[in-house]
Antibody, heavy 121, light 108 residues
């Protein structure tokens, strides 16, 4: 069955970077993109970015593109999301999800369990 | 940027029908997805392409989309349906993905 397993909880200081991993299983890794979504406490989801494990192409939200880096390792079926210059308002649960049909008909059918990132001095 | 609007909360009696709206300019020309999120859990896809159900989602969940409003309908509501529900669309080649602010469904 399709599974996305994320790395564990992180606590970071303001100004630092965080790198979260998402390891896929149960399907052909390069056939589907992976998207990243974050959710601040008590808030709705915020889309962050998308990466194609097939060719490494990425798209990012305008508000994050200067700080967000997404990479993929096809040897381990893992996607990485790195967010730099962290601020307190980056405190959130970060989710990866499998993206179907990236574009005007995209949707996210399987989600990781989430990774809590806390930014605090 | 494209904006979608949901009511903050909806209440429904057990066994009755709940409707949750997602409003946006000409949203009927876009495909709309709906996700259910229970406390402490990741979102779960319940409707895609306006009205299609993924495998394992009960037939009680249905969707529609026309003009400026998309709607998620939950028939014969159960206590287990209590959750936050979010709509999602493709904004544009600049916005990419847009989520609604969410609707908290209470079954009482």
């Amino acid at each position: 069955q399709v599974q996305l397993v994320q790395s564990g909880t992180e606590v970071k200081r303001p100004g630092a970077s965080v790198k979260v991993s998402c390891t896929a299983a149960g399907y052909t890794f390069t056939y589907y993109g992976i998207t990243w979504v974050r959710q601040a406490p008590g808030q709705g989801p915020e889309w962050m970015g998308w990466i194609s494990p097939y060719n490494g192409n990425t798209n990012s939200a305008e508000t994050l593109q200067d700080r967000l880096t997404m990479t993929t390792d096809t040897s381990t079926n893992t996607v990485y999301m790195e967010l730099g210059s962290l601020r307190s308002d980056d405190t959130a649960i970060y989710y990866c999800a499998r993206a179907i049909n990236w574009g005007s008909r995209t949707y996210f059918d399987f989600w990781g369990q989430g990774t809590l990132v806390t930014v605090s001095s | 940027s494209y904006v979608v609007t949901q009511p903050p909360s909806v209440s429904v009696a057990p066994g009755k029908t709940a409707t949750i709206s997602c409003g946006g300019s000409d949203i009927g020309s876009k495909t709309v997805q709906w996700y259910q999120q229970k406390p402490g859990q990741a979102p779960v896809l319940v409707i895609y392409y306006d009205s299609d159900r993924p495998s394992g989602i009960p037939e009680r969940f249905s969707g529609s989309n026309s003009e400026n409003t998309a709607t998620l309908t939950i028939s014969r509501a159960e206590g287990g349906d209590e959750a936050d529900y979010y709509c999602q669309v493709w904004g544009s080649s600049r916005d990419y993905v847009v989520f609604g602010g969410g609707t908290k469904l209470t079954v009482l």
